[in-house]
């Protein structure tokens, strides 16, 4: 009896064991994320390296400047510096954006709907609590497609 009992017991752990039957709960907590909105930009000169011709994605994420007067082009480019922001359900999420390039960054956070509009200089910061899990987008209205970041949030469970 006693080993059937023991038999049981050690059957019962193996299975939670190889079913993960730890739970893998993490505690919400508050979170500020740091980012930036930056612009990249590379210059040449067309007698080194010719200009390209093919055009780029229109949104104004990306400017492809022919050569000036003294032959020299030019590409830029709109970015979220981090573009990836992963948090957990729950968590009460503060991003703040910082502008460093651009005048000014109109944006979004698709599905929570947050917005805000980044400026030059200036802080912006948007809180929200990541109640729904997925992947989001968070567009620049003004620098698509480029300028854009994913919230992503790892689900409770
Ligand atoms: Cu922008």
Same mark, same amino acid.
């Given at each position: 009896m006693i &080993?059937?009992?023991?038999?049981?017991?050690?059957?019962?752990?193996?299975?939670?064991?190889?079913?993960?039957?730890?739970?893998? +709960?993490?505690? %919400?907590? $508050?979170?500020? !994320?740091?980012?930036?909105a930056v612009e990249p930009k590379g210059t040449t000169a067309a007698a080194s390296e010719p200009f390209p011709g093919a055009a780029l994605p229109e949104g104004g994420g990306y400017i492809l400047k022919a050569p000036d007067k003294d032959g020299n082009w030019s590409i830029e480019t709109y970015r979220f510096e981090p573009n990836q922001v992963i948090v957990n359900q729950g968590d009460v999420v503060t991003l703040e954006i910082v502008g460093i390039n651009g005048k000014e960054h109109p944006? +979004? =956070? /698709?599905?929570?709907?947050?917005?805000?509009? =980044? &400026?030059? #200089? $200036?802080?912006?910061?948007?809180?929200?609590?990541?109640?729904?899990?997925?992947?989001?987008? =968070? @567009?620049? #209205?003004?620098?698509?497609? +480029?300028?854009?970041? /994913?919230? !992503?949030?790892? %689900? &409770? @469970?």
């Open positions: &080993k059937r009992l023991f038999l049981l017991v050690a059957l019962a752990s193996l299975v939670l064991t190889a079913c993960g039957g730890q739970t893998s +709960s993490v505690t %919400p907590t $508050q979170r500020t !994320i740091y980012m930036a944006f +979004s =956070i /698709e599905t929570y709907g947050s917005s805000g509009v =980044i &400026k030059r #200089g $200036q802080l912006t910061r948007v809180t929200f609590t990541a109640d729904k899990a997925g992947v989001f987008k =968070i @567009n620049c #209205g003004a620098h698509l497609p +480029s300028m854009t970041a /994913e919230l !992503i949030v790892l %689900p &409770k @469970n």
